[in-house]
């Protein structure tokens, strides 16, 4: 059974906008604090964004002011809009129910590709 299913990735060219999109079964995504990571090739997966059931939100540096993180409790999705896009923000991008350690919680998804060129 799919729990999360993460859409919207794509290439990009630096500047430019995405907005992705993850839709999380009920028992992971009800009341709990959902989250955006990413993770580039070399690298561990990173938390970048966080978004609690009442919508207070957090967000690593490097995307803060550049990224949004919000979610529609009645649909259990997630959104990621992205701007400003730069080189540095390729990654695949995951969605997870985030643990008191940062870490998702639930099996992860497929993730979805975004490349940004410059």
């Known amino acids: 059974q799919v729990q999360l299913v993460e859409s919207g990735g794509g290439l990009v060219q630096l500047g430019r906008s995405l907005r992705l999109s993850c839709t999380a079964s009920?028992?992971?995504?009800?009341?709990?604090?959902m989250g955006w990571y990413r993770q580039a090739p070399g690298n561990e997966r990173e938390l970048i964004a966080s978004i609690g059931h009442f919508g207070g939100t957090k967000y690593a540096d490097s995307v803060k002011g550049r990224f949004s993180i919000s979610r529609d409790n009645a649909k259990n999705t997630v959104y990621l809009q992205m701007n400003n896009l730069k080189p540095e923000d390729t990654a695949v991008y995951y969605c997870?129910?985030?643990?008191?350690?940062?870490?998702?919680?639930?099996?992860w998804g497929q993730g979805t590709q975004v490349t940004v060129s410059s």
């Open positions: 997870n129910r985030v643990g008191p350690d940062g870490r998702g919680i639930a099996d």
């Open positions: 009920g028992s992971i995504f009800s009341y709990n604090t």
